[in-house]
């Protein structure tokens, strides 16, 4: 006590704000994670906190009242407080199985018999978190749930599926195959051709309205409404769940708890038949397992007799009640195995002669030979009438037989040849052994042994078999015992089996075995109730069969039974005097001595009544010691006196009728009692028997006793051996058990002295024993606790909270019942690991506070707090509170005071009014049923002492004995602190519900005193995770969890102010300790689960504020700012710092968005490049927001779009994160390598990755692309990244990131965002659009070939496990990462070993070692395909849309700061990029018409500041003009008719469209395999017809240009077309490229293309050589203009400096002459046209010499080269090529052959 006391004091009763003020205090972080992480653009006006701290929260519940929302109702309304219904407290009635409940019949019953039956017939209790199912733990983004989701999903149209298999394709294919023959047949450039052809196509549609000018604002309204409707509301209803184990937070529901059932197994008797029918015969059956020397379940008795046989018994058989008439039973087998057998054995009417001589005639005659021993079997028969009128009430032996159930089951072998002609339905199953849902069977060796043999044993799938079994062996009368039966069994499944050389009964035998349906009509349970559904009671029924599980099962009881077996075993009376050798045991239950109270409690066994009061055991013939094998079942009553116990009584039967010898003669008795001390007497017993009737009074006392003048058989030795088993949910036949139990029992009674054992306890030694009892439970025995556990929990619990009252003092048992319950279940978690979930749970521990567990009533009488007796209970409650603390506050002091000292009492003011008010109001209530209380007699104990039994709440004692607890007890419940954490909130919201408070305010629901213990039990387990994290993982791990959910579980009922200084403390201490770590991966994952479940609560987002308007917290006046606020003019300064204040992770954030801010700030930590060592979580933290983000998506309260946008709100900062990330974000672009956003890798670092790599500027210049530019726009040069290239993020991180960070912009406020990007600098804006560049790649439409690719793939796992793998080890830190990195590799050969991690990898590799069993089918039906591509694309689609709403904003905001024009570039790149991409054509059309708005913007921004983008722009249009989807062609005509227009009005021509169109054509026409001319030919049919009917420009020349431009365009079409058919052939194909590059002689732009469409072709086909030489001609070229433009003298002269190179180079000078000047509008400005260009390709021509292996070449080629580097003095450069020549000239040396070798090769143009 002495230490409690002190430890009262040491808690000084501080006020909880204060409390809250310590927890708050301030702490710095660690080094890795000090550095302020400040976020994009941080300009905060008020001091910021590092985000490696945590801030404090808003008072919540204050907040609420401060600062009520503006709107009364609506959907906001709801976001603002957790709703009124939200927990309820419900009383469910328990599923009954049968029609009438099992409660024993007696009406008086003693309290623990009243107890246990409350236990098994009351209520559930449950406590229903009514929105929990809406919290992510249950996330919807799940694949059944999601395929719900996606329906009706319109099918987007894609281009690439459309492919080329349609019909119409190929008569447009025949159709131009006949008008390409007038093209072969006019020589190039007939007009007349082309126009015709021209004249002949139809246009596409036309878009309404398209030549109207209207005004910008008005279009832009029209888009804007045109792309917002009919858009796909939940964005992650398309993207496929992150792949996850169990989410974390997920609790499921326990199950209910239930009687135990193993497998079933339906055994149907059809029929019996001897070969000669003279007598009855009676059969049972009961199961056997061989092992384990067991018999697993009681007997079946039946009998298939015709009525003539069952006549021959008519005297002596009552009238058979129809429950023994059943020819059916279920057995239920727990521990299926090869060892179990089907036992059959038969008796027949008591006979004169032994076994053998009765079983003679069935041996010997024959059905066949029924005529000729018609005589015989008439003699037989008259005989077998005599003995059935005389000897009918006696049994004797007969015969037995058995079936090897696993036999049958598995069907495995053939039956052994005993029990032949098994008609077993075909074919061979061997199901394996799956457990049924209600079969809980658990322990640590539940499952360790399920088979003995190969095949696993399972009833639950085989076949129905129909068995006839034909051969029995007699009994021998002296191989009776079980024992005996074992080594038969043993026996018969050997080879050569002795029971073979017998002599069989031959018979008939028919049964089916199946297993049992689930609920079969017309069932009897073992104590013959009617199971449900028994529709007509007059049917024979089925009888259920009790099974004797062979090994112990785990299971609480949750019905009453009372069973006691009696097995008589065998006798000796060779040393009795006297005639006794035909011997019968008379078995009788008895209730007193007199010979009429024998009791009807013995079960019939077949054809006979219910209930007898007798039973006797079958005889055999002429044997003075002989065996039995009898089962006697006996319903016990429930309440047992000392006066009852089995009688047995000896008989002599006679078996031949003689003169004066009667019938049966007693030869001996014996007893049992029933009760001993109090405790059933069970087991095994050998009892002496007396010779005459025991005396009076002798039933008390046990036949052991030597009673005076009594004779004995054989001077009372024991010669009876008889076994008693006892299977009762009442007698817990554990002696550790029983003593608590009867001692609590007796205090409830108050009766004393107590008689435990041969103990009497006095009322002064009861507290001793009391508690000396409760420590004792752990000696228990496991099993009866596990049955016994819901009543034991009960029991501990009451003695908490109603200290029971001994000699008049109250004794306080708090300390001992916590130590108990914590050993209990620590026992239930060592040896039943089988039954745990992912969280360590014991099922059978969350099935009792979830179902059973509840506040026990703190009033003797008072009716059960439920809802019959709800009025009673909350006038109890409140009755408690004034009677224990008044209002004086003295005696406040010393209740308090109380808790912790039991002597101190807080004595009421008055007690006798008090007293008598209470003892008047329980007179009205003594009718209720009770609840198990203290004594009738206390409230006369009551008026006695002046003392009320003290009441405490449980909720506040469990939190009271827990934080007072230490040592071993402290270590137990730290072990499974989830157990007492459930426990209190359960007790909690059922104090709530009975004192009416679950609507009052949160601050006033709980006492201060329990806060400040829940607030050190807090920080006493976070402090305990922190501390031993490293050294007992597992332990934290499950500890850390159940603190999380303790406290999602108090957000639902206290005050979530301080639940959330909770959290905040104990961040705090995780804080404080990641400063000392070396490596903080795993206590930051730890973190990251504890805030995920935090995070899953229901109402996470009401918790957040949603609603309230971050307002710097030093505000002057609050009203005012949330008073402007409601409108949405950004005026004021104050406006601005909120804008910013929500993008940021800014102090007001992070404090009113309490956990999203905890989210984000993870979030923001972990992707921060520089914090070492978390590269291991960004999986997990990715994981978490992306969860919560889907959740929210799903979410019916959320679906109003206003709504929404508030959510999103908490999520604002997102955007800023992923922006800092995008240098680490995986390059989506770099699949597609034809177009794409280059990676940050700088130029040099090409060559490293081998010389011969193609540049991919080139290859992009080959593949006809225009070339993007070299490395990412500028604001990526900006962060050095060429340090942090180490932690690239997997493509699933990254797509998850993207798709969050989608979500944020589809759901955000637009005013808001546009107000944002408004505040943004150039730089960042250009980062985000970036961000948007990588989206539109990531979330890029596959296509269906890809799908049916991906399908006969299986590769795709692999890859996962590989990316997961690299993710975990990178984790780790250092030069490890490095080594990964370049042994990437090899990663697969090495998943485990020294390459790991010492910190992520627990976790991690728990889940990577189960590989899991690749579950997706591999072979997806055609349908999954197509369900696949089509949530594919309308992800893609909703995607590219969002990105383009986001374009639209940050165009807006460019209109209104003029200073950011230069953005519009990255826009219109973003643009292109996505236009490059396949698209379906719902996004290409609001794609066309946004970049019409665009250009009509701002014109000059395409025709004279990105004029790279202008060409861009041409060839994506025109590819898109040539698609076979026509509304995709009417817009991209329309955009480009309008792109000509736009460029003649700014200076009346549009030669710079005009040109960049020809090369755009050209290029597509070179490249493009699926290329289809008809289609284009519309496009510009369409682009002609708008020229026509354009009035506005009727009177300009722009409609003639625009028909020469399409005439033109024309022209090259079909000379193209040719090429088209020569595709097969590679020498005619090049010379046409070769004839139509020497057309566009005078187009320099469009030679460039064509020799480079050459080079690529020959490139396909490795003529290395001659690639090269159309790009040394390309070099020319170009060389040529640059020395127009430049001059610059390391600059090659012109195509004269390539002479050496090819001969016939100077072909490219003549352009010269032609063109009047390179730098008229439009011409030379591709990129080639550079320097760079230049060098790029004479690098690649080098490279393709290289390959063609004419290293002479490549030495001239670098001639050139060289003095360029030279001048630009670039080092690195020149030493590469150095290299290179090093290479090339010892190559020459090795080769034998040289120039001469190279000439052969030497191709000329």
């Given at each position: 006590m002495a230490e409690r006391r002190a430890f009262a004091q040491k808690i000084s009763r501080t006020v909880a704000a204060e409390v809250r003020k310590q927890i708050s205090g301030q702490y710095s972080g660690s080094p890795q994670l000090l550095k302020n992480l400040s976020l994009v653009g941080n300009v905060s006006h008020h001091a910021s906190v590092p985000l490696t701290e945590a801030v404090d929260p808003v008072d919540l519940e204050d907040y609420l009242i401060t600062h009520p929302l503006a709107v009364e109702s609506g959907p906001l309304r709801d976001l603002l407080e957790f709703p009124p219904d939200d927990i309820e407290v419900v009383y469910n009635p328990r599923d009954c199985r049968t029609l009438v409940s099992a409660v024993p019949e007696e009406s008086e019953m003693d309290p623990h018999v009243r107890d246990c039956v409350r236990s098994y017939t009351e209520d559930w209790a449950v406590v229903n978190?009514?929105?929990?199912?809406?919290?992510?733990?249950?996330?919807?983004?799940?694949?059944?749930?999601?395929?719900?989701?996606?329906?009706?999903?319109?099918?987007?149209?894609?281009?690439?599926?459309?492919?080329?298999?349609?019909?119409?394709?190929?008569?447009e294919q025949d159709d131009l195959k006949r008008r390409s023959m007038s093209i072969d047949d006019t020589p190039r450039g007939s007009w007349a051709c082309s126009i015709f052809d021209l004249k002949n196509s139809l246009p596409d549609a036309l878009l309404p309205s398209l030549l109207d000018r209207a005004a910008n604002e008005d279009i832009d309204r029209q888009n804007d409404d045109q792309r917002k409707a009919g858009r796909h509301k939940e964005l992650f209803a398309l993207h496929p769940a992150p792949d996850e184990e169990e989410p974390i937070e997920r609790l499921s529901i326990p199950e209910i708890p239930r009687e135990h059932f193993g497998q079933r197994l339906l055994v149907k008797c059809l029929s019996l038949k001897f070969e000669i029918e003279i007598e009855p015969i009676f059969a049972s059956l009961a199961l056997y397992d061989v092992k384990e020397k067991k018999k697993i379940s009681e007997n079946f008795y039946f009998d298939l007799n015709s009525e003539q046989m069952k006549g021959m018994l008519r005297p002596h058989v009552p009238p058979a009640a129809i429950t023994t008439l059943a020819r059916s039973a279920i057995f239920s087998i727990t521990y299926p195995s090869q060892d179990v057998f089907l036992v059959i054995k038969l008796e027949k009417v008591l006979q004169q002669g032994d076994i053998g001589e009765c079983a003679e005639p069935y041996m010997i005659f024959k059905e066949a030979d029924a005529t000729k021993n018609k005589e015989k079997l008439e003699k037989l028969r008259s005989q077998a009438d005599q003995f059935c009128q005389r000897l009918g009430?006696?049994?004797?032996?007969?015969?037995?037989?058995?079936?090897?159930?696993?036999?049958?089951?598995?069907?495995?072998?053939?039956?052994?040849?005993?029990?032949?002609?098994?008609?077993?339905?075909?074919?061979?199953?061997?199901?394996?052994?799956?457990?049924?849902?209600?079969?809980?069977?658990?322990?640590?060796?539940?499952?360790?042994?399920?088979?003995?043999?190969?095949?696993?044993?399972?009833?639950?799938?085989?076949?129905p078999a129909t068995l006839t079994v034909t051969n029995f062996f007699k009994q021998e009368g002296d191989r009776l015992s079980d024992e005996d039966l074992y080594k038969f069994l043993a026996d018969m499944r050997r080879p050569s089996s002795v029971l073979r050389r017998l002599r069989p009964i031959t018979a008939q035998l028919k049964i089916d075995i199946s297993p049992a349906p689930e609920n079969p009509h017309y069932c009897l349970t073992p104590e013959l109730l009617q199971v449900k559904l028994y529709p007509d009671s007059r049917v024979r029924p089925t009888r259920e069969i009790l099974e004797f599980p062979a090994r112990d099962v785990y299971v609480p009881n949750t019905t009453y039974r009372n069973l006691l077996y009696v097995y008589p075993q065998s006798l000796n009376f060779a040393n009795r005097q006297g005639s006794a050798r035909n011997i019968t045991v008379k078995v009788q239950f008895m209730y007193g001595e007199d010979p009429s109270n024998a009791m009807p409690v013995i079960f019939g066994k077949s054809s006979c009544s219910e209930f007898s009061k007798e039973a006797y055991t079958a005889v055999v013939y002429h044997n003075r010691s002989p065996d039995f094998h009898e089962e006697i079942k006996v319903k016990l009553p429930a309440t047992l006196t000392d006066h009852h116990h089995l009688l047995f009584t000896f008989y002599h039967v006679s078996c031949q009728q003689k003169q004066n010898t009667p019938l049966e003669t007693p030869v001996g008795y014996t007893?049992?009692?029933?009760?001993?001390?109090?405790?059933?007497?069970?087991?095994?017993?050998?009892?002496?028997?007396?010779?005459?009737?025991?005396?009076?009074?002798?039933?008390?006392?046990?036949?052991?006793?030597?009673?005076?003048?009594?004779?004995?058989?054989?001077?009372?030795?024991?010669?009876?051996?008889?076994?008693?088993?006892?299977?009762?949910?009442?007698?817990?036949?554990?002696?550790?058990?029983?003593?608590?139990?009867?001692?609590?029992?007796?205090?409830?009674?108050?009766?004393?002295?107590?008689?435990?054992?041969?103990?009497?306890?006095?009322?002064?030694?009861?507290?001793?024993?009391?508690k000396s009892s409760i420590s004792a439970l752990s000696s228990s025995q496991l099993e009866p606790v596990v049955r016994f556990l819901h009543l034991l929990l009960d029991k501990l619990i009451l003695l908490v909270v109603r200290p029971p009252v001994i000699a008049g003092q109250i004794v306080n048992l708090g300390q001992a019942s916590f130590e108990a319950m914590a050993s209990i279940v620590n026992r239930l978690h060592k040896n039943l690991e089988g039954s745990q979930d992912q969280h360590g749970r014991n099922s059978l521990l969350t099935s009792y506070i979830y179902y059973v567990f509840r506040l026990p009533n703190?009033?003797?009488?008072?009716?059960?707090?439920?809802?019959?007796?709800?009025?009673?209970?909350?006038?109890?409650?409140?009755?408690?509170?004034?009677?224990?603390?008044?209002?004086?506050?003295?005696?406040?002091?010393?209740?308090?005071?109380?808790?912790?000292?039991?002597?101190?009492?807080?004595?009421?003011?008055?007690?006798?009014?008090?007293?008598?008010?209470?003892?008047?109001?329980?007179?009205?209530?003594?009718?209720?049923?009770?609840?198990?209380?203290?004594?009738?007699?206390?409230?006369?104990?009551?008026?006695?002492?002046?003392?009320?039994?003290?009441?405490?709440?449980?909720?506040?004692?469990?939190?009271?004995?827990?934080?007072?607890?230490?040592?071993?007890?402290?270590?137990?419940?730290?072990?499974?602190?989830?157990?007492?954490?459930?426990?209190?909130?359960?007790?909690?919201?059922?104090?709530?519900?009975?004192?009416?408070?679950?609507?009052?305010p949160r601050k006033n629901r709980f006492p201060e005193r329990f806060m400040d213990d829940i607030a050190a039990l807090a920080s006493t387990i976070a402090s305990d995770i922190v501390s031993r994290f490293q050294k007992d993982t597992e332990m934290v791990e499950r500890l850390n969890m159940s603190l999380a959910f303790f406290l999602n579980d108090l957000l639902s009922v206290m005050d979530r102010g301080f639940v959330f200084s909770l959290v905040k403390a104990c961040y705090k201490q995780v804080s404080s300790k990641l400063y000392s770590l070396p490596n903080p991966s795993l206590l930051v994952s730890l973190r990251l689960d504890f805030l995920r479940v935090i995070c899953s609560h229901e109402h996470y987002v009401t918790l957040n504020l949603p609603c309230s308007l971050l307002t710097p917290p030093a505000s002057p006046s609050p009203s005012v700012s949330s008073a402007t606020s409601q409108?949405?003019?950004?005026?004021?300064?104050?406006?601005?710092?909120?804008?910013?204040?929500?993008?940021?992770?800014?102090?007001?954030?992070?404090?009113?968005?309490?956990?999203?801010?905890?989210?984000?700030?993870?979030?923001?930590?972990?992707?921060?490049?520089?914090?070492?060592?978390?590269?291991?979580?960004?999986k997990k933290v990715i994981n978490m927001v992306h969860n919560l983000l889907s959740s929210h998506d799903s979410d019916p309260r959320y679906s109003d779009p206003q709504v929404k946008a508030r959510v999103a709100m908490l999520y604002l900062p997102l955007i800023g994160i992923i922006m800092e990330t995008v240098p680490q974000l995986y390059d989506f672009t770099e699949t597609h390598n034809q177009r794409g956003r280059p990676s940050c890798v700088a130029i040099e670092d090409y060559e490293s990755e081998?010389?011969?790599?193609?540049?991919?500027?080139?290859?992009?210049?080959?593949?006809?692309?225009?070339v993007p530019q070299l490395a990412r726009p500028s604001s990526f040069l900006l962060t050095s990244s060429a340090g942090r290239q180490h932690s690239m993020f997997s493509a699933e991180s990254s797509r998850s990131l993207l798709i969050c960070l989608l979500w944020v912009l589809k759901n955000a406020d637009e005013t808001v965002l546009q107000k944002w990007f408004t505040d943004l600098s150039v730089l960042q804006l250009n980062r985000l659009l970036d961000l948007l560049h990588l989206c539109v790649s990531c979330f890029e439409y596959k296509g269906k070939k890809v799908f049916e690719r991906m399908?006969?793939?299986?590769?795709?796992?692999?890859?996962?496990?590989?990316?997961?793998?690299?993710?975990?080890?990178?984790?780790?830190?250092?030069?490890?990462?490095?080594?990964?990195?370049?042994?990437?590799?090899?990663?697969?050969?090495?998943?485990?070993?020294?390459?790991?991690?010492?910190?992520?990898?627990?976790?991690?590799?728990?889940?990577?070692?189960?590989?899991?069993?690749?579950?997706?089918?591999?072979?997806?039906?055609?349908?999954?395909?197509?369900?696949?591509?089509?949530?594919?694309?309308?992800?893609?689609?909703?995607?590219?849309?969002?990105?383009?709403?986001?374009?639209?904003?940050?165009?807006?905001?460019?209109?209104?700061a003029e200073s950011k024009e230069s953005i519009l570039g990255g826009v219109l790149k973003v643009l292109l990029h996505s236009m490059a991409c396949h698209q379906s054509a719902l996004y290409l059309q609001h794609c066309f018409a946004t970049q019409r708005a665009l250009v009509s913007k701002f014109p000059e921004l395409l025709f004279e500041e990105e004029t790279e983008q202008c060409a861009d722009l041409c060839l994506r249009l025109l590819r898109h003009c040539s698609s076979s989807v026509s509304s995709i062609r009417s817009h991209a005509s329309a955009s480009l008719y309008l792109l000509m227009r736009q460029n003649f009005e700014i200076g009346n021509n549009f030669a710079r469209v005009k040109m960049q169109v020809t090369m755009s054509l050209s290029s597509l026409v070179g490249t493009s395999q699926s290329f289809n001319e008809e289609f284009l030919r519309r496009s510009l049919k369409t682009i002609l017809t708008y020229a026509e009917e354009d009035l506005d420009l009727r009177e300009t020349t722009f409609p003639d240009q625009v028909q020469d431009l399409v005439f033109n365009l024309h022209m090259i079409l079909s000379d193209t077309v040719k090429m088209k058919e020569h595709q097969e052939d590679p020498e005619m194909l090049i010379d046409l490229m070769y004839r139509i590059a020497k057309g566009y002689q005078t187009s320099p732009d469009l030679r460039l293309t064509w020799l480079q469409n050459m080079a690529g072709k020959h490139s396909e086909r490795s003529n290395h050589a001659e690639a090269a030489q159309c790009l040394v001609h390309s070099a020319a070229l170009v060389a040529e203009y640059l020395s127009m433009l430049e001059d610059r003298k390391y600059l090659p002269v012109g195509c004269v400096t390539f002479q050496n190179i090819s001969s016939n180079v100077l072909e490219e000078s003549a352009v010269s002459d032609d063109v009047v000047s390179p730098d008229e509008e439009g011409i030379c400005s591709g990129k080639y046209f550079t320097e760079a260009g230049l060098v790029g390709l004479l690098e690649q021509a080098a490279a393709s010499f290289s390959m063609a292996g004419m290293y002479e070449a490549v030495n001239e080629v670098y001639k050139v080269l060289i003095p360029i580097h030279e001048a630009n003095r670039d080092a690195k450069k020149l030493s590469v090529i150095h290299g290179k020549l090093q290479e090339a000239f010892s190559k020459i040396v090795h080769q034998s052959t040289g120039w001469e070798f190279v000439l052969c090769e030497y191709f000329s143009f």
């Open positions: 978190r009514k929105y929990h199912k809406l919290g992510t733990g249950f996330n919807p983004n799940t694949l059944d749930k999601q395929k719900e989701r996606q329906k009706g999903l319109p099918k987007q149209i894609f281009e690439s599926d459309e492919g080329p298999d349609g019909n119409s394709y190929q008569d009430k006696y049994r004797m032996p007969f015969a037995w037989t058995a079936i090897h159930l696993m036999n049958i089951v598995s069907s495995a072998g053939s039956l052994e040849r005993d029990s032949t002609d098994v008609e077993i339905s075909a074919g061979e199953r061997k199901g394996s052994w799956s457990e049924r849902r209600n079969s809980s069977v658990v322990g640590r060796r539940s499952l360790e042994r399920t088979t003995s043999g190969d095949e696993a044993c399972s009833l639950t799938t085989f076949r007893w049992i009692p029933m009760l001993q001390n109090g405790r059933l007497k069970t087991g095994q017993f050998c009892l002496p028997v007396s010779l005459e009737k025991p005396p009076q009074a002798y039933s008390v006392l046990s036949p052991e006793v030597p009673l005076p003048g009594m004779k004995w058989v054989d001077n009372h030795k024991g010669v009876f051996n008889v076994e008693v088993v006892a299977v009762s949910s009442i007698h817990t036949q554990d002696p550790y058990l029983d003593k608590f139990f009867a001692l609590v029992n007796a205090l409830d009674e108050h009766m004393f002295p107590v008689r435990i054992g041969d103990m009497r306890i006095m009322e002064n030694t009861l507290e001793n024993e009391l703190t009033y003797p009488n008072s009716p059960s707090p439920g809802p019959g007796g709800l009025g009673g209970s909350v006038h109890y409650a409140t009755m408690a509170r004034s009677a224990v603390r008044p209002a004086s506050l003295h005696l406040n002091r010393s209740r308090s005071l109380s808790n912790s000292n039991p002597d101190i009492s807080g004595t009421p003011t008055s007690p006798d009014d008090e007293v008598r008010s209470i003892i008047g109001s329980k007179a009205m209530d003594r009718s209720c049923n009770r609840m198990s209380s203290h004594t009738e007699t206390s409230s006369f104990l009551q008026t006695l002492t002046g003392r009320l039994p003290t009441k405490k709440l449980f909720h506040e004692e469990l939190a009271l004995q827990w934080v007072v607890c230490s040592g071993s007890v402290r270590e137990a419940a730290l072990q499974q602190a989830w157990f007492f954490f459930e426990l209190m909130v359960k007790s909690m919201v059922h104090h709530l519900y009975f004192t009416d408070k679950l609507d009052s409108s949405s003019g950004f005026s004021t300064n104050v406006q601005d710092q909120k804008t910013a204040n929500m993008f940021e992770l800014s102090l007001p954030f992070r404090q009113q968005h309490y956990l999203a801010g905890l989210v984000l700030t993870e979030l923001a930590i972990i992707l921060d490049p520089d914090a070492d060592g978390l590269f291991g979580l960004h081998g010389g011969n790599m193609i540049s991919q500027t080139v290859a992009m210049a080959i593949a006809g692309a225009p399908n006969s793939l299986t590769f795709k796992k692999s890859k996962d496990m590989r990316a997961k793998l690299e993710e975990a080890i990178l984790g780790s830190i250092g030069a490890r990462q490095e080594m990964v990195r370049r042994s990437r590799g090899q990663l697969e050969r090495s998943p485990s070993g020294s390459a790991f991690g010492s910190q992520e990898n627990l976790r991690w590799r728990k889940d990577m070692t189960h590989w899991r069993q690749n579950t997706e089918k591999l072979d997806k039906s055609r349908a999954e395909i197509e369900h696949e591509a089509l949530i594919d694309g309308n992800l893609a689609t909703e995607a590219n849309l969002i990105i383009l709403d986001t374009l639209e904003i940050v165009v807006q905001t460019v209109s209104l």
